[in-house]
């Protein structure tokens, strides 16, 4: 697992209605998803290249 850190600020996607989503938040050299729900359950970490490579796809509606 990748390190990341304690104090990140995470935020939540502007079209999140209520609090069932996901929150994420970036790091140095990763970015990280948690479930808004469950906060304290953990988180997933991906390498800041893979993260916006996702994103990417997802905005040229590639998935």
């Known amino acids: 697992m990748q ?3 304690h104090a990140a600020r995470w935020r ?10 996901v929150e994420v938040a ?7 998803l948690r479930d808004t729900k469950n906060r ?9 290249v893979e993260w916006r490579s996702f994103l990417r796809a997802v905005k040229n509606d590639a998935i």
């Open 3 to 5: 390190p990341f850190p």
């Open 12 to 21: 939540t996607s502007t079209y999140t209605q209520q609090q069932n989503c």
């Open 26 to 32: 970036d790091g140095p050299n990763s970015s990280a």
């Open 40 to 48: 304290d359950a953990g988180k997933l970490v991906f390498p800041g």
